[in-house]
């Protein structure tokens, strides 16, 4: 499992909340188990990086009152319904409304850490393109260059450091590689931001004209 990712689970049953809770953390994951809707609403939001697992009939508020508040405050999270037999109509309705899937009781280990699996890397995926969409909305998004590798981070770093000189740059690569748009992204975070960029392709300029052409 991706670091940092974690299982809401809603069980208002304490000894199938503790059972299950544990049988999720055997299988790896980091698990918050509460005993009711109204206790786990206030952790649902738009970035909660996980899943919400809940039974659908709870003291209280029920599952599928909770799937509603997600659908509302947390739309990304996938839920996962927990069902009796008599629910089975109920649970597939909820599907249609926006539940990620639904498990018939009693259900085995296997089924719900699968279950759960899938619907982690899925979020994992969605929490991913959310933060290159706000990398690229963010200060930094005229690098234009996204990636969350600890390379790609020092290019980053570098050209952000280099940006804030006043000295001449050579840029060096196998073609490519991605000069141009590394020069384009200093100049992006460069004082001179809002002057022309002129891209010169010096291969294409005969050695005989290229010192009146560039200088």
Same mark, same amino acid.
């Given at each position: 499992?991706?670091?940092?990712?974690?299982?809401?689970?809603?069980?208002?049953? !304490?000894? %199938?909340?503790?059972?299950?809770? *544990?049988? $999720?953390?055997?299988? =790896?994951?980091? %698990?918050?188990?509460?005993? /009711?809707?109204?206790?786990?609403?206030?952790?649902? =939001?738009?970035?909660?990086?996980?899943? $919400?697992?809940?039974? %659908? @009939?709870?003291?209280?508020?029920?599952?599928? #009152?909770?799937? *509603?508040?997600?659908?509302?405050?947390?739309?990304?999270? !996938?839920?996962?319904?927990?069902?009796?037999?008599?629910?089975?109509?109920?649970?597939?309705?909820?599907?249609?409304? =926006?539940?990620?899937?639904?498990?018939?009781? !009693?259900?085995?280990?296997? @089924?719900?850490?699968?279950?759960?699996? @899938?619907?982690?890397?899925?979020?994992?995926?969605?929490?991913?393109?959310?933060? $290159?969409?706000?990398?690229?909305? =963010?200060?930094?998004?005229?690098?234009?260059?996204?990636?969350?590798?600890?390379?790609?981070?020092?290019?980053? #770093?570098?050209?952000?450091? %280099?940006?804030?000189? #006043?000295? !001449?740059?050579?840029?060096?690569?196998?073609?490519? +590689?991605?000069?141009?748009?590394?020069?384009?992204?200093?100049?992006?975070?460069? +004082?001179?931001?809002?002057?022309?960029?002129?891209?010169?392709?010096?291969?294409?300029?005969?050695? /005989?004209?290229?010192?009146?052409?560039?200088?």
């Amino acid at each position: 499992m991706q670091d940092g990712l974690r299982v809401l689970f809603v069980e208002d049953e !304490p000894l %199938v909340r503790q059972a299950t809770a *544990q049988s $999720l953390e055997l299988a =790896g994951f980091s %698990v918050l188990a509460l005993p /009711s809707a109204e206790a786990a609403m206030p952790h649902l =939001g738009a970035d909660f990086p996980g899943v $919400l697992v809940t039974d %659908v @009939r709870l003291s209280g508020a029920s599952g599928l #009152d909770l799937l *509603q508040h997600c659908r509302n405050a947390a739309p990304g999270v !996938p839920v996962i319904l927990v069902t009796g037999h008599g629910d089975i109509t109920m649970a597939v309705q909820a599907m249609r409304e =926006g539940a990620y899937d639904f498990i018939e009781k !009693p259900f085995g280990a296997d @089924r719900l850490t699968e279950t759960v699996r @899938r619907a982690l890397e899925r979020r994992a995926l969605e929490l991913e393109n959310h933060a $290159l969409r706000r990398e690229l909305a =963010g200060p930094a998004a005229g690098t234009r260059i996204i990636g969350r590798s600890p390379a790609i981070a020092q290019v980053r #770093d570098l050209i952000a450091n %280099v940006a804030a000189t #006043d000295v !001449p740059v050579m840029i060096n690569g196998e073609t490519g +590689t991605g000069k141009e748009l590394v020069a384009r992204s200093l100049h992006a975070l460069s +004082t001179r931001r809002d002057q022309p960029f002129i891209a010169l392709n010096c291969g294409a300029v005969p050695e /005989s004209i290229f010192e009146s052409e560039m200088f």
